[in-house]
């Protein structure tokens, strides 16, 4: 069996389309893929419009309830409850995710958008908010570990960066749109309310367009549904390649599934590649979290009114230039992720993301210890336009898109979803108490604090990030068996005596 595998990756390997450059396939060859990108993408668009519409919303708030105006908890508890949501919806996605499928994740997420957005648009008071944001959460949970993973499994290996970085793309367009939208409604009545409601029409749009797109093909084969998966492969790949996706595919699911007679779905981490496999994903998650993304997104009108431009107009405006960067800046990664490599791309961001973050840090620190000037604001602006810049393209998508490569079929939703678990609760982390440290130490000695782990986070990736570019799902397998047994190791003997 051991044989037959090797032979059959090997033909289905990032070598093999060297050998028949012919069957590669481009983003604009098969538009079937790009569509059921996109309708899957709606999910990252409502996760980036449910958190990015918090920043501006929650000025609004604060006019409308003074208890809210009057409490910095508060304020982070209505930001951060969304964020508790999707640590509780990324845990139990992924269950859901390997016991139902990739659409009835989708559905439920759906759901719990419409629901949530419907009870923030008539709370009478904070405390409906909190509940309508954590349902919000949970569905922003759902959406974090579906969508990428599904358009991973659907993804021709030579391109399947690219298109997981487009639900990249849909998320920070999402964040985008919620700017534009808490611009657009600073004069309208119930102006919070409109922000936060209108998520849901989203959600009924997707859920409509779910009847129409197929379940994981991967995920089908795995359930021996192989008829069903053979007719979505081909509408991927065209013959001949069609016939040996099929077959590799056949080969690596009897491997996997011997696997897992010896390895129970609870013990999963017994494994050790899957626990060096998850360090890995799950550091991404966690240092994507960690250097600042959401404090940058979540609170960029108030960090510029913290820097000197006190309106909230002028806030939201200079916000919306921001976010409008960070939907730019995700185009690049998706042109970059498969020609640059998954590991290039993250170490240049987080160099970029240090300078960004010096420049804010040091602004932010002048103006808060006596110099009043609006220089020092503009670079604060220019700061988080910087950071922006550089984040976007390789801290924004790569975590997203090796954490639906580097984990095996049969546990992949597992590990995916507390990968981003991982990824909220640094999150929650992070927004319920920036403005508390604000208020501690200063805006510029917080910034600082970001800068050290910004630090920590490039040496991590030069020391424990492999390149994933171009491999199959089968490769990276492979990556992680080396790294945890060696090369020379006889790799099921290890996977009978992690079982045992």
């Not at 629901?115 to 009478?124: D, E, K, N, Y």
């Not at 690596?252 to 007679?261: I, L, R, S």
């Not at 970059?336 to 290039?344: A, E, P, S, W």
Request: aromatic share 10%; proline share 4%; glycine share 10%.
């Amino acid at each position: 069996m051991v044989t037959d595998m090797c032979v059959s990756i090997k033909a289905g390997s990032s070598d093999y389309l060297e050998k028949h450059p012919e069957r590669r396939i481009s983003f604009s060859q098969n538009f079937y893929i790009i569509g059921v990108t996109f309708a899957a993408g709606i999910g990252g668009l409502l996760f980036g419009y449910d958190t990015g519409v918090i920043s501006g919303a929650l000025l609004y708030i604060k006019d409308d309830f003074e208890v809210v105006k009057n409490s910095s908890f508060l304020q982070e508890l209505i930001v951060a409850m969304a964020l508790i949501g999707a640590i509780f919806g990324a845990a139990i996605g992924g269950y859901i995710n390997d016991s139902l499928g990739r659409k009835a994740a989708t559905i439920v997420a759906d759901i719990c958008f419409a629901v949530g957005s419907l009870l923030i648009a008539v709370a009478p008071n904070p405390t409906l908010i909190i509940v309508g944001r954590f349902f919000v959460g949970l569905g922003v949970g759902f959406a974090s570990v579906t969508a990428p993973m599904y358009i991973a499994e659907v993804s021709p290996s030579e391109i399947r960066g690219g298109l997981v970085s487009v639900n990249c793309l849909m998320i920070t367009t999402g964040q985008f749109i919620s700017f534009v939208i808490n611009y657009g409604l600073t004069r309208v009545p119930g102006t919070w309310r409109w922000m936060l409601g209108i998520a849901g029409t989203p959600a009924v749009i997707q859920l409509v367009l779910m009847v129409f797109l197929p379940e994981s093909p991967r995920w089908l084969y795995l359930k021996n549904r192989k008829e069903e998966a053979t007719n979505v492969l081909s509408r991927i790949y065209p013959s001949p390649r069609l016939e040996d996706e099929i077959d590799i595919l056949e080969a690596h699911m009897e491997q996997e599934q011997k696997d897992k007679v010896k390895v129970k779905y609870s013990d999963v981490f017994k494994l050790k590649e899957i626990r060096v496999a998850f360090i890995c994903g799950a550091g991404l998650q966690a240092f994507q979290q960690l250097t600042g993304i959401s404090v940058i997104m979540y609170y960029s009108p108030t960090i510029i009114q913290l820097a000197g431009f006190k309106s909230n107009e002028s806030a939201l405006f200079l916000s919306l230039i921001v976010s409008a960067i960070n939907a730019g800046g995700t185009i690049i990664g998706i042109y970059l992720i498969d020609i640059v490599g998954r590991k290039k791309l993250t170490l240049s961001s987080l160099i970029g993301v240090v300078g960004s973050l010096i420049l804010l840090s040091a602004s932010c620190y002048v103006r808060g210890h006596g110099n009043p000037s609006l220089v020092y604001g503009w670079l604060a602006v220019a700061g988080l336009a910087l950071y922006i810049i550089f984040f976007a393209p390789g801290m924004g998508p790569v975590p997203w898109a090796v954490n639906t490569e580097i984990y095996p079929e049969e546990f992949r939703g597992i590990c995916g979803g507390m990968s981003a678990t991982i990824n909220w609760v640094g999150s929650v982390i992070m927004s319920i108490s920036f403005l508390s440290f604000v208020d501690a130490i200063g805006l510029g000695e917080s910034f600082m604090i970001l800068l050290a782990v910004a630090c920590v986070a490039i040496v991590f990736v030069i020391f424990y990030m492999p390149e994933t570019k171009g491999l199959t799902f089968e490769e990276v397998s492979n990556i992680w068996k080396e790294k945890a047994y060696g090369k020379d190791k006889n790799i099921e003997s290890m996977v009978e005596q992690a079982s045992t």
